[in-house]
T-cell receptor, first 113, second 112 residues
């Protein structure tokens, strides 16, 4: 399972509330990613990190922020959740070299009511 | 722009062979990946191609033609457990900019 955990695994929250999702890895990989997966859209990159305190935006970053203060943790924050952010969120890690695949965490199902 | 196309759904029979196609148009190319995703689970890595040709791994093979922007995943001796979605993904560039762009996935149903 590449040593990736996500918490919480399920969450229901109300519109306008802040939400933080956590991704934790135990294998010291440099690269970490946050994706969302929605029917009809596939996996879309939200933000990624290429080291401690080094992050960048992905395809669908609006409404999301991230932080990486330690190698093992990558946090995704929804400052004010909206119903359009109801989705399944996956964290992934990789070695970052050209041929290296990404390994995915188990996912977090977030429902914003 | 970026575009990765796969069929939305496919159906095949247990024991048969199925080919899932993927075409891509991206601004760069630094490798193509196939993932398997069972319903309610995370994607798992299946194969990687960066040079033209066929890569074989057990019952699964993946083919790449860079000049045609085309790949396929070949599944042989289909089993019921192969019922899943199959995701094609392209890496446009290497290094820190080498993020994956995913297609929408192909849902494969294997019937007895």
């Amino acid at each position: 399972d590449a040593g990736i955990t996500q918490s919480p695994r399920h969450k229901v929250t109300e519109t306008g509330t802040p939400v933080t999702l956590r991704c934790h890895q135990t294998e010291n990989h440099r690269y970490m990613y946050w994706y969302r997966q929605d029917p009809g859209h596939g996996l879309r990159l939200i933000h990624y990190s290429y080291g401690v305190k080094d992050t960048d935006k992905g395809e669908v970053s609006d409404g999301y922020s991230v932080s990486r203060s330690k190698t093992e943790d990558f946090l995704l924050t929804l400052e004010s959740a909206t119903s359009s952010q109801t989705s399944v969120y996956f964290c992934a890690i990789s070695l970052g070299t050209s041929g290296s695949e990404q390994y995915f965490g188990p996912g977090t199902r977030l429902t914003v009511t | 722009g970026q575009n990765i196309d796969q069929p939305t759904e496919m159906t095949a029979t247990e024991g048969a062979i199925v080919q899932i196609n993927c075409t891509y148009q991206t601004s760069g190319f630094n490798g193509l990946f196939w993932y398997q995703q069972h319903a309610g689970e995370a994607p798992t890595f299946l194969s990687y191609n960066v040079l033209d040709g066929l890569e074989e791994k057990g019952r699964f093979s993946s083919f790449l033609s860079r000049s045609k922007g085309y790949s396929y995943l070949l599944l042989k001796e289909l089993q019921m457990k192969d019922s899943a979605s199959y995701l094609c993904a392209v890496r446009e560039r290497g290094g820190s900019q080498g993020n994956l762009i995913f297609g929408k996935g192909t849902k494969l149903s294997v019937k007895p």
